[in-house]
């Protein structure tokens, strides 16, 4: 869990305040980021 927090929801001030995940072309969409990673995670199984 700690590395998707890391990863997908914690903006990160060395690359302009915004995810690793955002930095490297993936947009998490909605204003509940971690519940559109669960329900992507169950639709692709």
Known sequence: ???LH???IKPH???AY???AE???I???GTD???TLIQNAVSAA
């Open 1 to 3: 869990m700690a590395i």
């Open 6 to 8: 890391y990863n997908y």
């Open 13 to 15: 001030g060395g690359i």
């Open 18 to 20: 915004r995810t690793p």
């Open 23 to 25: 930095a490297a072309g």
């Open 27 to 29: 947009d998490i969409q």
């Open 33 to 35: 980021k971690w519940l």
